[in-house]
């Protein structure tokens, strides 16, 4: 049985890095020096620009590759093998030490999707009555 890969989403892909810097789109428009509109029109990208995508990584201070194959799977290994790693050097097995509730950031991410997706709607209907 053969499966299908998905074709990579690389507009998502910034925007998953971004969200989890916590770096909100005009930040990134303004370190890039384009609009607000532009870094959403580029996270709804399937597809984006090499030079843009490579003045976009060094804002997010990630390689070009790791926008091209992030998956949120890398994400939690990576932080699974670093908590794995820090419990094997002495500390505390007890659990990960939060400066922040991590289910308040799950509701503030879930929360911008759903405005983003609100956005992406407002914006549709404006195209649609022109």
């Known amino acids: 049985m053969s499966t299908i890969e998905k074709p990579k989403h690389i507009g998502r892909n910034i925007c998953r890095i971004r969200e989890l ?6 930040t990134l428009a303004e370190a890039i020096g384009i609009s607000q509109q532009t ?3 580029i996270e709804a990208s399937e597809i984006v620009e090499a030079k843009k995508l490579q003045e976009i990584a060094k804002i997010l201070e ?3 590759d790791a926008i091209e194959n992030f998956s949120e799977e890398s994400v939690f290994n ?5 908590y794995d790693n820090s419990t094997s050097n002495g500390q505390a097995a007890s659990g990960p030490i939060f400066n922040f509730n991590p289910v308040d950031k799950l509701v ?3 929360e911008r999707l759903v405005q983003a997706e609100k956005d992406k709607v407002e914006y549709l209907e404006k195209l649609l009555k022109k």
């Open 62 to 64: 990630v390689s070009v």
């Open 21 to 26: 810097k916590g770096m909100k789109q005009e």
């Open 39 to 41: 870094i959403s029109n």
């Open 78 to 82: 990576f932080f699974n093998n670093f």
């Open 108 to 110: 503030e991410l879930y």
